[in-house]
């Protein structure tokens, strides 16, 4: 069952009706200011950091899941009816409702009794600002008298504060009303340099500050007395719950529309600029001001979306492919790049999953997140490198997350995690060869923020190896440490108190667990380092990672294989975890793809072995589960991971951001056919038909869906924010379609389902575009991959550069400055 279809000339997915399974969101913003928006118009918005900097309040794991934030009513002020043109909160019954979320904007249509509206909702580039442009259209055959109501209720910036410290903050509360525009002071007089204001296009009938004279007593945001009245009552809120609601009355000839934009802002002050006259308390207004003035001129908000549609039009230029299939299209020109974006800007921190108080910038995630995501704003990637360089500790590790206003590291959701430092180097060496930018090897970078301790940032590489290094378990491997990539792999906690967080309790000393997964990483990290060395002409430190990792692989080859795939862990005593000896959870995945891509197992057959071991045990036709089988019983010395009920999350869930690992490992072995099999299996949009049993967006990838011990198998959760995103997007742009930047050009390497003779692809690599058409010859084979692939599979396989063959599969970088080369790959 659909819920609505994908408009892929419009780049949107079109929402038809409102009661979806789950909020189906989009986000808008994608610089300082950003926003959640759900197909009822429901979310909230907040200044780079979902904790610290909260314009709106937003009440989580509501009755409904969804109850608004960007309250927009209409009413017939002729009969007194009233409605929400996104459904909630009143859920009075609307004729036409779409919702139509695009790259950076929602559109939301809907009409009522021969009354018409369509809302854009969107952040303009480059503002710090949020606009609801609602067109109103009389259908009806005689005039109507209308109004409409825009409502906000402020967070009182620190959303953990907001949500806890009702004693000190329903007092604090503070607005100002001049001109028809609310400001939300709250703390302005005294320590914040920043406040939030909401007005409207058009001179208002009237306003309310405080949330319980809009409301009336005891009323809900469905039944606001205010707008059943058609009257607000000009209420100035002291403390309790500061609002913004501004009315607009509008007269409508038969036929006619008009245009009406609420606009939610933020506006810093530089500290000595902050009142108007310097010496009184009024708060200086005027760049609020000129920002508003700019929406009362109709037709602002079309420009807006004109260039908001043009900036995505360039981002994804850098990749765009027509291959036949729909899924795989729509995916890679569109929402996967999209999605890549959203994880880029926002890690794990605010989704309908995650609160936006309990995570910031993860240090692992972002630096995966950078994986998908480099092509398109290269020089945003090299910020976000040395903003979490900057983060790490001396001795290599890191914290496993920073708050993305401070820049600064916390430990607030744990420490220790062992796998953090390599995940550096995969960034880096992304953006290298993405750019070819070497200089960033040089940026002095502070350890910890500490000022003055900076070192180059190819000294962070090279204490990212040493720290694993240091920490080598008895079986050569290394320590887990808290958990490694499976943050529920707690081999160290033992946590046997009710409530206690595996992520944070204490490590019990004096164990051995070593993880075998952190082993494959560091093999496919410290080659990427040892490249990197090289580079930079450092041949010592790259014949030492070179030598570390030719180590790891031995260590792996000895202790590491279990017989028919790779184990995942030795636990704080020495015991195996994810081996055929186990009871539960005897294969595990991750340790499966990452040795592939970590080149281990390949030249000995043992990857070819393990991935038919996991299609054996692990996959599923909703994707391939995490491991089996599920933990049934708690197991105290694995932690976290068998506290999930079989099937959820880390206990063989089919968790999303593992699976693009296999595809990887099923292309590097040549098989097209079984990276399409999985891809298709979680791709969303492959998924759409089924959006009754999967439930979350069909535009997006979520981090897992429910495996087959799940009394729910198939049903997804944890949209949006996930791995997931970067991860498809490396292996079905690089792997599959085999179009791979490197340090000295991009190759084009395919490896094809059998059931594809063709596609063509454009692929922007450092200025140049690269237009590229692969074929296969009648009877040809499917595998444009490295020497020994093609030999043992037989095909031959042709690459033509602008007209001339060249050797391999890697194409020479052109002269700079060349706009255009022409790639053709025959597969004969
Ligand atoms: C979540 C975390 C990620 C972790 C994964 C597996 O997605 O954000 O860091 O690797 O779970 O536990
Ligand atoms: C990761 C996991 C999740 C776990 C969390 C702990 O995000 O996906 O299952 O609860 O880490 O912080």
């Not at 750019?435 to 960033?440: L, S």
């Not at 636990?571 to 080149?599: C, K, W, Y």
Request: overall charge negative.
């Amino acid at each position: 069952m659909r819920y609505g279809h994908f408009d892929d000339e419009r780049r949107e997915y079109v929402v038809t009706r409102p009661d979806t399974p789950l909020p189906w969101i989009n986000y808008l913003g994608s610089e300082d200011y950003f926003a959640l928006v759900s197909n009822t118009a429901g979310g909230y918005s907040f200044f780079r950091d979902a904790r610290l900097r909260r314009l709106i309040r937003y009440r989580y794991n509501n009755a409904p899941l969804d109850v608004g934030g960007r309250f927009l009513y209409v009413r017939d002020d002729d009969t007194g009816d009233y409605w929400n043109p996104g459904w909630q909160p009143t859920q009075r019954e609307l004729e036409d409702y779409t919702c139509r979320h695009g790259l950076g904007y929602t559109v939301i249509a809907a009409a009522r009794g021969g009354i018409r509206t369509e809302t854009t909702y969107l952040v303009p580039p480059g503002e710090t600002l949020e606009v609801w442009r609602t067109r109103v259209t009389n259908d009806r055959p005689i005039a109507a008298r209308l109004s409409l109501f825009g409502a906000v209720e402020f967070c009182l910036w620190d959303a953990q504060d907001d949500a806890t410290n009702f004693q000190r903050n329903l007092s604090t509360g503070e607005v100002r009303v001049e001109d028809g525009v609310v400001y939300h002071l709250t703390e302005y007089r005294e320590r914040r340099d920043h406040f939030a204001w909401f007005a409207c296009s058009v001179p208002v009938a009237g306003f309310d500050t405080s949330r319980e004279a809009f409301l009336g007593a005891y009323r809900g945001w469905d039944r606001p007395l205010a707008v059943e009245g058609g009257r607000l009552s000009g209420s100035i809120a002291h403390g309790w719950q500061p609002v913004g609601a501004l009315h607009a009355t509008l007269v409508l000839e038969p036929g006619e529309s008009r245009d009406v934009a609420f606009v939610l802002g933020y506006t810093e002050n530089p500290a000595d600029d902050k009142f108007d006259p310097t010496d009184s308390d009024r708060p200086n207004t005027a760049r609020a001001r000129a920002l508003i003035e700019r929406y009362r001129e109709p037709g602002q908000t079309d420009e807006d979306l004109a260039a908001l549609q043009a900036t995505w039009t360039d981002r994804l230029a850098g990749l765009q492919v027509t291959t036949g299939d729909p899924h795989v299209d729509r995916m890679v020109n569109i929402w996967n790049p999209y999605q890549c974006m959203v994880t880029f800007n926002l890690s794990r921190s605010a989704s309908m999953f995650e609160s936006g108080i309990g995570r910031g910038m993860g240090f692992r995630d972002s630096n995966q997140d950078l994986l998908g995501f480099v092509h398109m704003i290269p020089e945003r990637a090299r910020a976000r490198i040395l903003d979490i360089a900057a983060t790490q500790l001396p001795d290599g590790g890191a914290y496993h997350q920073y708050q993305p206003l401070t820049k600064r590291g916390n430990h607030d959701v744990g420490s220790g995690f062992n796998d953090d430092p390599a995940w550096l180097v995969l960034g880096v060496a992304a953006y290298l060869k993405e750019t070819g930018d070497r200089a960033i090897l040089d940026v002095p970078v502070p350890w910890d923020n500490e000022e003055g301790s900076q070192t180059p940032l190819h000294d962070h590489l090279r204490r990212c190896i040493d720290f694993t290094l240091g920490r080598l378990g008895p079986h050569g491997l290394p320590l887990i440490g808290r958990a490694d990539w499976n943050d529920c792999l707690n081999l160290n906690v033992f946590s046997d108190r009710p409530g206690e967080s595996f992520q944070t309790a204490p490590n019990r000393p004096g164990g051995v667990a070593e993880s075998v997964f952190i082993a494959g990483l560091f093999v496919l990290a410290a080659r990427e380092a040892s490249a990197i060395a090289r580079l930079r002409g450092d041949e010592t430190e790259a014949s030492r990672c070179a030598a570390a990792a030719t180590a790891m692989t031995g260590s792996i080859e000895a202790h590491g294989w279990d017989g028919a795939w790779y184990r995942r862990a030795y636990d704080h005593v020495g015991n195996l975890v994810g081996s055929a000896e186990n009871d539960e959870g005897q294969i595990f995945i991750e340790p499966q793809g990452m040795m592939a891509m970590a080149g281990v197992g390949l030249g000995d057959g043992r990857t070819r072995t393990a991935i038919a071991s996991v299609r054996e045990r692990l996959a599923t036709p909703h994707g391939i589960m995490l491991q089996q089988p599920a933990y049934a019983t708690y197991h105290l010395e694995l932690g976290e991971i068998s506290s999930y009920p079989p099937g959820y999350k880390e206990n063989a869930g089919v968790f999303c951001h593992t699976n693009p690992w296999l595809m990887i490992a099923e292309a590097i072995t040549g098989n097209g056919d079984g990276a399409l099999d999985y891809y298709l299996r979680i791709n969303p949009s492959a998924r759409e038909a089924i959006s009754d049993v999967h439930r979350c967006e069909p535009y997006v990838y979520a981090q897992m869906i429910a495996g087959r011990d799940a009394p729910t198998h198939g049903e997804a959760k944890n949209s949006w924010l996930t791995g997931t995103a970067a991860w498809n997007m490396v292996a079905i742009s690089q792997w599959i379609l085999g179009i791979r930047p490197e340090h000295d050009g991009l190759r084009v390497e395919p490896v094809l389902p059998e059931s594809w003779t063709s596609f063509r692809a454009t692929r922007r690599f450092r200025g140049t575009t690269y237009d590229i058409d692969v074929r296969r010859e009648p009877g040809g084979g499917t595998v444009g991959g490295s020497d020994d692939l093609v030999s043992e599979r037989g095909p031959r396989v042709e690459v033509v550069v602008d007209g001339r063959p060249i050797e391999g599969t890697r194409i020479p970088l052109p002269g700079s400055g060349t706009p255009l080369v022409r790639v053709e790959v025959r597969l004969a």
